[in-house]
């Protein structure tokens, strides 16, 4: 049974940081590329940032020089590291794992909320 548990979302201050978990199980974690993708309100769902099986990785515009994600194979994990939150980061941000970068997500986790305060 594949399973994708994000966590580490919450609550933070314009500028500050937060730390995003996926645990992963029931998949060849270290085959995969991961993802995290978010969705505001009333908004579609967008990618903010992929790493494939061998750690190359990608961001939109909106985030690349902020967020970096990473892996380690090892805890079956991915994280996605958060800084200098601005509240039109706000949204439920959702873990995702795919064949490889050019395929849609397979599995998706639950989403965590995050939200930034002005």
């Known amino acids: 049974q594949v399973q994708l548990v994000e966590s580490g979302g919450g609550l933070v201050q314009a500028g500050g940081s937060l730390r995003l978990s996926c645990a992963a199980s029931?998949?060849?974690?270290?085959?995969?590329?991961m993802s995290w993708f978010r969705q505001a309100p009333g908004k579609q769902r967008e990618l903010v940032a992929l790493?494939?099986?061998?750690?190359?990785?990608g961001y939109a515009d909106s985030v690349r020089g902020r967020f970096t994600i990473s892996r380690d194979n090892a805890k079956n994990t991915v994280y996605l590291q958060m800084n200098s939150l601005k509240p039109e980061d706000t949204a439920v941000y959702y873990c995702?794992?795919?064949?490889?970068?050019?395929?849609?997500?397979?599995?998706w986790g639950q989403g965590t909320q995050v939200t930034v305060s002005s």
């Open positions: 029931g998949f060849t974690f270290s085959s995969y590329a």
């Open positions: 995702g794992a795919r064949p490889s970068a050019s395929n849609p997500n397979d599995y």
């Open positions: 790493i494939t099986s061998s750690g190359t990785t």
